[in-house]
């Protein structure tokens, strides 16, 4: 999903990335406040398996640091957070 960002607040980029999570139907809420907002992702199948994300200059990053990818390009973090939070068999 790539888009023109220039323009977007944070919130915006997040509510992009919440959107795509939700097309592969991972729950997401965006928390924190107006000046820093952040995204909280659970893994449909394991909600202990979940992790906040930031969306911070050109990047989303999860809130403690790493990057996920572009905020050019929501599905690139949506890959790799869909991959972080899978669950892992026996």
Same mark, same amino acid.
């Given at each position: 999903?790539?888009?023109?960002? #220039? ?34 992702? #659970? ?48």
């Amino acid at each position: 999903m790539e888009t023109d960002t #220039a323009a977007l607040s944070a919130r915006e980029h997040l509510d992009r990335l919440r959107a795509e999570l939700a097309e592969r139907g991972w729950e997401s809420e965006i928390r924190g406040t107006r000046e820093n907002p952040y995204l909280r992702v #659970a893994n449909p199948s394991d909600p202990g398996l979940n992790g906040m994300v930031a969306a911070r200059g050109d990047l989303f990053r999860w809130t403690w640091g790493p990057v996920l990818g572009p905020i050019r390009d929501a599905s690139v973090a949506a890959d790799v957070i869909v991959t972080v939070l899978r669950e892992v068999g026996p």
